[in-house]
């Protein structure tokens, strides 16, 4: 709120009541391909746990393809995730013009934590028995999320950012969205802690929640 002044003809003006912005840092263009570059990696850096060793023997070679099969579930889930991900970061920058310092930070630390899911996965993969491995693997995708919902309720409450107003409807299935995906891998920590690698088994409920949240999404629109 702006003091009250002075006018040049001696009456005092009333309080100017004015919505406060943040200086803006420029366009997302560049913070958008920053992201999907880290995502391709991040994606690409899966792959490189997947391999077989040449000039095995009928017998070897089966044994090798069984022993690569956690590998290759780790790489299918988080490929889901990323993917996921990506098309949620996409979805958050899609009507925004301009980003602030806050975005920035948020988004930068996201990525950090979208190239950091390759390490859990090889946890996952080569010692799932271990129950740390669910829980640092449930850590990172939860923290991710969470820094998601964030960005999407900082970018819905700073319409001077976004080319139009978002849909309320739009934002409120995001946010159910996203914030279903941190509390599912959140309570996997603890549940982990318990049954051990059991715990991956309820990441399944994510299946029906997300197709009912797709639903009122095209609903909504």
Same mark, same amino acid.
């Given at each position: 709120?702006?003091?009250?002044?002075? @006018?040049?003809?001696?009456?005092?003006?009333?309080?100017?009541?004015?919505?406060?912005?943040?200086?803006?840092? @420029?366009?997302?263009?560049?913070?958008?391909?920053?992201?999907?570059?880290?995502?391709?990696?991040?994606?690409?850096?899966?792959?490189?746990?997947?391999?077989?060793?040449?000039?095995?023997?009928?017998?070897?070679?089966?044994?090798?393809?069984?022993?690569?099969?956690?590998?290759?579930?780790?790489?299918?889930?988080?490929?889901?995730?990323?993917?996921?991900?990506?098309?949620?970061?996409?979805?958050?920058?899609?009507?925004?013009?301009?980003?602030?310092?806050?975005?920035?930070?948020?988004?930068?630390?996201?990525?950090?934590?979208?190239?950091?899911?390759?390490?859990?996965?090889?946890?996952?993969?080569?010692?799932?028995?271990?129950?740390?491995?669910?829980?640092?693997?449930?850590?990172?995708?939860?923290?991710? @999320?969470?820094?998601?919902?964030?960005?999407?309720?900082?970018?819905?409450?700073?319409?001077?950012?976004?080319?139009?107003?978002?849909?309320?409807?739009?934002?409120?299935?995001?946010?159910?969205?996203?914030?279903?995906?941190?509390?599912?891998?959140?309570?996997?920590?603890?549940?982990?802690?318990?049954? @051990?690698?059991?715990?991956?088994?309820?990441?399944?409920?994510?299946?029906?929640?997300?197709?009912?949240?797709?639903?009122?999404?095209?609903?909504?629109?």
């Amino acid at each position: 709120m702006t003091p009250c002044h002075t @006018g040049t003809d001696g009456r005092t003006l009333p309080n100017v009541v004015r919505m406060r912005k943040r200086a803006a840092d @420029g366009g997302p263009e560049r913070l958008v391909a920053l992201a999907d570059g880290v995502f391709a990696i991040a994606i690409t850096l899966l792959v490189l746990d997947l391999g077989m060793e040449p000039g095995l023997s009928d017998e070897q070679y089966h044994e090798a393809l069984r022993e690569l099969l956690p590998n290759l579930g780790a790489y299918a889930i988080s490929l889901v995730v990323l993917a996921g991900f990506w098309r949620d970061h996409r979805m958050l920058f899609h009507s925004v013009r301009q980003v602030d310092s806050q975005v920035i930070t948020l988004t930068l630390l996201g990525l950090g934590l979208a190239a950091l899911v390759p390490f859990p996965t090889v946890l996952v993969s080569e010692y799932a028995r271990e129950s740390i491995s669910v829980v640092v693997y449930s850590a990172v995708v939860a923290a991710l @999320g969470a820094v998601h919902l964030a960005l999407l309720l900082l970018i819905s409450r700073r319409p001077w950012l976004r080319n139009e107003e978002e849909p309320r409807g739009d934002v409120t299935i995001s946010a159910l969205d996203m914030g279903f995906t941190v509390a599912v891998f959140a309570v996997t920590i603890p549940l982990a802690l318990v049954i @051990g690698s059991a715990a991956m088994w309820w990441w399944l409920v994510l299946i029906p929640v997300k197709v009912w949240l797709g639903k009122r999404a095209e609903e909504a629109r």
